[in-house]
T-cell receptor, first 111, second 116 residues
Framework: KQEVTQIPAALSVPEGENLVLNCSFT??????LQWFRQDPGKGLTSLLL?????REQTSGRLNASLDKSSGRSTLYIAASQPGDSATYLC??????????FGKGTSLLVTP | KAGVTQTPRYLIKTRGQQVTLSCSPI?????VSWYQQTPGQGLQFLFE???????NKGNFPGRFSGRQFSNSRSEMNVSTLELGDSALYLC???????????????FGAGSRLTVL
């Protein structure tokens, strides 16, 4: 059974800092890994999707990397802003049309 | 282009009652999946439908059921509600018909169920 772990559970940084969120998974036989953002009481917004054959994806200030062999992914956020405050979720799709989610990292960026 | 629409957004039920939640996917998306989100367990997969067929079901009791209609809209039903069923229920749709590397899911805003 796929287990997805995210570290740290919570993070508080001052505006402007670069930061890294970590995600690990136990079974490397995955189709893809996705990073989502969730604002309080809202649904999920897809940020980046990395296919199993890819090593990284970039979108604006966000960069996600994938190392399947070690079962790890990182989400790098450059020059953080208060609007980046949210919960960031990592999810892997391995089979059965289902995503396995981590518990998330709650990020607070202070002005 | 309209997003994934879930109704109702909020509802309160009492133990023993049943509830039906609705999800309208993005136009052209034929896959609809459901997730339950609670503070303790996080996001857990409930089931996935494609072209009116359930292709996978998560580890939930039989009180949780769902269906998909020919227009791809989906409903999920929870019978004999328990306090532990209080959660945010999220629906997601995608275009892809099979598990693949590029299966991007678009989520709705969710239906928040409170069981008293």
């Amino acid at each position: 059974k796929q287990e997805v772990t995210q570290i740290p559970a919570a993070l508080s940084v001052p505006e402007g800092e670069n930061l890294v969120l970590n995600c690990s998974f136990t079974d490397s036989a995955i189709y893809n890994l996705q990073w989502f953002r969730q604002d309080p009481g809202k649904g999920l917004t897809s940020l980046l999707l990395i296919q199993s054959s890819q090593r990284e994806q970039t979108s604006g200030r966000l960069n996600a990397s994938l190392d399947k062999s070690s079962g790890r992914s990182t989400l790098y956020i450059a020059a953080s802003q208060p609007g980046d405050s949210a919960t960031y979720l990592c999810a892997v799709e391995d089979s059965g049309y289902a995503l396995n989610f981590g518990k998330g990292t709650s990020l607070l960026v202070t002005p | 282009k309209a997003g994934v629409t879930q109704t109702p957004r909020y509802l309160i039920k009492t133990r023993g009652q049943q509830v039906t939640l609705s999800c309208s996917p993005i136009s052209g998306h034929r896959s609809v999946s459901w997730y339950q989100q609670t503070p303790g367990q996080g996001l857990q997969f409930l089931f996935e439908y494609f072209s009116e067929t359930q292709r996978n079901k998560g580890n939930f009791p039989g009180r949780f059921s769902g269906r998909q209609f020919s227009n791809s809209r989906s409903e999920m039903n929870v019978s004999t509600l328990e306090l532990g069923d209080s959660a945010l229920y999220l629906c997601a749709s995608s275009q892809k018909g099979q598990s693949s590397g590029a299966n991007v899911l678009t989520f709705g805003a969710g239906s928040r169920l409170t069981v008293l």
